[in-house]
């Protein structure tokens, strides 16, 4: 069973940085896609960003793109998002996502973490 759990999150002002984790166990990574996903109150769940099982491909959505970054160190079995330039529309609760095949949305995603908050002040 796969076990995600983030950390990282809090308040920032417009422009603050935030690097958040996400610690998996056994031998997640090697298994499947990861990614991280995002939603705001009365707003649908969207993805963030997403890595492929082989750490080569990465996908960063547009509304991000230049400010975040999305990577994983393999020897502590742990994804990173490095978020910069955060904007006010950046708040939102956060979740890392695992599943056996790619996705872009939400219904392929197979294992979630709890969510931490991240809230971006103006």
């Known amino acids: 069973q796969v076990q995600l759990v983030e950390s990282g999150g809090g308040l920032v002002q417009a422009g603050g940085s935030l690097r958040l984790s996400c610690a998996a166990n056994g031998r997640t990574f090697s298994k499947n896609a990861m990614g991280w996903f995002r939603q705001a109150p009365g707003k649908e769940r969207e993805v963030v960003a997403r890595i492929r099982r082989s750490g080569v491909s990465k996908y960063v959505a547009d509304s991000v793109k230049g400010r975040f970054t999305i990577s994983r160190d393999m020897s502590k079995n742990t994804l990173l998002l490095e978020m910069n330039s955060l904007k006010p529309e950046d708040t939102a609760v956060y979740y890392c996502?695992?599943?056996?095949?790619?996705?872009?949305?939400?219904?392929?995603?197979?294992?979630w973490g709890p969510g931490t908050q991240v809230t971006v002040s103006s």
């Open positions: 996502a695992a599943a056996t095949s790619i996705f872009t949305t939400t219904k392929l995603v197979g294992f």
